[in-house]
């Protein structure tokens, strides 16, 4: 019995060590991969905005139209 205990007492750090470590992976795992998805539909809706506004102000419009090396005449 006293080998048990003593096995016992050896284990217990040990066992609360792993549950530890087990604990702050699964928090970091909670805190920062929705983290990174918000940063990235932030993102998304950046580009979202500045799109429209680019599409609202014709100046996207007039960057595809832009005629660099003359091929369209004007008459």
């Known amino acids: ?42 993102h998304m809706y950046n580009q979202g905005n500045d799109l429209y506004l680019s599409l609202s102000s014709n100046t996207l419009q007039k960057q595809l139209l832009e005629d660099e090396f003359a091929l369209q005449k004007v008459k």
């Not at 003593?6 to 699964?26: N, S, T």
Request: glycine share 2%; aromatic share 12%.
């Open 1 to 42: 019995m006293d080998k048990l205990s003593d096995l016992l007492k050896e284990a217990r750090p040990l066992y609360r060590q792993r549950k530890r470590r087990k604990a702050m992976a699964k928090l970091f795992v909670m805190l920062f991969i929705p983290a990174f998805l918000f940063s990235g539909a932030i």
